[in-house]
């Protein structure tokens, strides 16, 4: 794993990490508040199977620049795109890429093929991208009042890497530093999320905003659903009819797997994740792309 920064023509500088290999291409997007390293397992995973992949810090986020505006998804849409035609001039891209979004990164990932279908070959989304927030919270105070980030205020960066080291006990070396660096220590100890709070409200916004059952059904490319069993949310129950209505209503191929295990199950369970993206992609939903 190597990473590097791009500076895109709006000025915008992104992180992000890269794994080189051949053919097929793999571009990794993470949720809300969250980051590139994130996506460790699943990136050295790939890349033992021959593939190149591109883990991408958005804008806001992670080591990437954090201007004031620009969090709308025509906007990050915009980035996504000018950042794969320089990742392709440096030859850590192909022309066209499979798509891994993760919670708030699967709108980002869907909103991407909707609008440069002949950039994709298909979409994975984990734990994400299948309900409407405003289902469950019909008024945006609601939502804010939800799903408002924690306060890790006077929270020192030690304590918080103690707490997440014995909360992660069973999740992989690779996810409890992709966890921390979702932070940074500041001059007094303390820590302080990369993502800053008013920037992650508007975000949620724009996330609450978006309504993927009038998305997806409009998509060209494949798709397939990596979703969490017994997380934190919405019930199985719920989220298996969510995508069962998707998927019927899609013209595309799709497909679906369920795992037992955290929201982030693309740190929690690498393994299993890259091998189902590696299924799908030599006999599955993505083999004729």
Known sequence: MEFDYVT???????HYLWWEGKAPSVLLVHGLASNAKMYQGVGQTLHKSGLKVVSLDQRG?????KPEAGYDYETLVSDIHEFLILMREK????KKILLVGQSFGCS?????????PQDVTGLVLIDGGYRSLKLDFPAWDECAAALAPPNFQNQSFKSLSNILTNHLSEFPDSAREGFMANFHEDEEGFANSNLPRHLHMVILHELWKQVPEVIVPKLRVPFVFITALNSNGHSSSIKKSAIAELRRNANV????????????????????????IMQEMTKGAFAKS
């Open 253 to 276: 191929d799709s497909a679906e797997y369920w795992i037992v295990g955290h929201h982030d199950l693309h740190a929690q369970h690498p393994i299993e994740v890259s091998e189902i």
């Open 61 to 65: 986020h992670g080591k990437s620049d």
């Open 8 to 14: 895109l023509p709006n000025g915008l500088q992104l």
């Open 108 to 116: 980002v990932v869907e909103n991407y093929a909707l609008r440069y």
């Open 91 to 94: 030859g850590r891209l192909t």
